[in-house]
Nanobody, 126 residues
Framework: QVQLVESGGGLVQAGGSLRLSCAAS????????MGWFRQDPGKEREFVAA????????YYADSVEGRFTVSRDNAKNTLYLQMNSLKPEDTAVYYC???????????????????WGQGTQVTVSS
């Protein structure tokens, strides 16, 4: 089992940047494929990005490709999401999640992930 805690959310103007972090504790962090999801109220949780156990591979949703970068530091048990060129439509609660299955380079569903953080709010003003 792994526990996840996100941080780094906030209010930013359109075109700005934020860096989210997700601190993991418990079972060995490098055992997990990691993902970022986001959710607006009343909407389904949406896949943002995923990264393989040793960061050899990443995959992004089309809506964030080229603007967001997912990375991880297994020595620090931390997952990151660097978000650049932010748009108002990026406004959501962002969640990190852990998946014990091997990484697959495709859009993931929330159901594939077993462990979740509590979320961090990102608000992009126009």
């Amino acid at each position: 089992q792994v526990q996840l805690v996100e941080s780094g959310g906030g209010l930013v103007q359109a075109g700005g940047s934020l860096r989210l972090s997700c601190a993991a504790s418990g079972r060995t962090f490098s055992s997990y494929t990691m993902g970022w999801f986001r959710q607006d109220p009343g909407k389904e949780r949406e896949f943002v990005a995923a990264i393989s156990r040793y960061a050899y591979s990443t995959y992004y949703a089309d809506s964030v490709e080229g603007r967001f970068t997912v990375s991880r530091d297994n020595a620090k048990n931390t997952l990151y999401l660097q978000m650049n060129s932010l748009k108002p439509e990026d406004t959501a609660v962002y969640y990190c999640a852990a998946n014990g299955r091997p990484f697959v380079a495709r859009k993931s569903t929330a159901a594939e992930y077993s462990y979740w953080g509590q979320g961090t709010q990102v608000t992009v003003s126009s």
